[in-house]
């Protein structure tokens, strides 16, 4: 068994490695960290949704932003479109569950806001509706997908594409670049920057 927990951790570092070494995805992760910068300077907010698991690493991300992430200072405003089970199930029964992050999004989102649309496949089709919705308030997308990007890639603003089949090595993936950019965000916004 130990040698499975070995062969787990070993695919996860391969996953990061193919990620350090790929210069076109650092530079639109670096991308985006430069917009969500801006961002927060000109008093917007990012906005995140995803399924499952992705549902998880949304308010995860929205957390950092609006907590802490590495030191004290003064709160961001980051919203998890997937905390309002009133919204969701109301939304849900209502219009269907395609439209449960679309629907919130007409209401919530504003011109300059970014919109982080976060699925494993690139395929959620709540999510894709949602990047449609976001277009029509002006609010800049950034798909957080893996596989081939699936249709969230065509349609964001920026798709930071994890290169890996595995959702597992996505989704830790994912997470490691939402720290990057909660990092580079707070350093950049509040603290002595980082020469971006």
Known sequence: MKEYIKDQIKKSFETKQIIYED?????????????????????????????GG???DAQHIAAEMVGRYGFDRPSLPSLALTTDTSALTAIGNDYGYDQVFS??????????DIFIGISTSGNSVNIIKAFESAKKKNIMTVALTGRDGGEMAKLADIALIVPSNSTPRIQESHILIGH?????????????????
């Open 23 to 51: 210069e076109e995805l650092l530079n639109k992760i670096e991308l985006v960290a430069k917009a969500c910068v801006a961002l927060y300077k000109g008093d917007k907010k990012t906005i995140l949704a995803g399924n």
């Open 54 to 56: 992705s549902a998880a």
């Open 103 to 112: 629907r919130q999004l007409e209401g919530m989102g504003q011109d300059g």
């Open 180 to 196: 990057i950019l909660c990092d580079i965000i707070e350093k950049e916004t509040f603290g002595d920057g980082i020469s971006l």
